[in-house]
C-alpha cells in the first residue's frame, strides 16, 4: 500500500463499483429464492464494504500527491466520450421500452441499463488504458 496512487488504477476500479451495482440490482430484482441465495448476498455485502474501505484510502492517498495533468485530460475525453455513447444507449433504449411496452418488463429495462453502466465502465477503462499508453 505504500505504492504511488495512480489514476489508472482509480479508473480500473470504477469497473468494480459498476460490478458491484449490477450484483445489488440482481439481489433485489429477482424474482425466485434458492437457499444459496443469502450467502451470495452476505459475501458480497462483505466484499463491497472491504473494497469501498480500501478505496475510499487510496482516493484519499491520491488527492495528497500530485497530479498528473495529462491523464487527467484524457479522462476528460473518455468522459467526453461515454456520456454521448450512453446518450446514444438511453435513447434507444428509452425507444425500445416506448414500441416494446407489451414485451418488456421492468425488470428486463433495469437489466439493460445496470448493463450500460457496466459496458461503459469497462469502454472508459479501456479507451483511457490505450489513450494514457499512447500518450494522446
Given amino acids: 500500500m505504500n505504492k504511488e496512487v495512480t489514476l489508472r488504477e482509480l479508473v480500473g476500479a470504477r469497473i468494480v463499483i459498476a460490478i458491484c451495482i449490477a450484483v445489488y440490482y ?3 430484482a429477482r424474482n425466485d429464492w434458492h437457499n444459496y441465495y443469502q450467502v451470495i448476498t452476505s459475501g458480497f455485502a462483505i466484499f463491497a464494504f472491504t473494497f469501498f474501505l480500501l478505496l475510499g484510502a487510496r482516493e484519499r492517498k491520491y488527492k495528497k500527491e500530485s497530479f498528473d495533468e495529462r491523464a487527467v485530460g484524457i479522462l476528460r475525453k473518455c468522459d467526453s466520450v461515454c456520456y454521448r455513447i450512453s446518450l446514444v444507449a438511453i435513447t434507444v433504449i428509452g425507444f425500445l421500452c ?12 433495469g437489466y439493460m441499463l445496470v448493463g450500460l453502466i457496466v459496458f461503459l465502465s469497462i469502454i472508459r477503462t479501456i479507451m483511457f488504458s490505450v489513450m494514457d499508453t499512447k500518450g494522446v
Fill in 26 to 28: 440482481w439481489c433485489w
Fill in 98 to 109: 416506448a414500441m416494446l411496452r407489451v414485451s418488456f418488463s421492468t425488470e428486463v429495462i
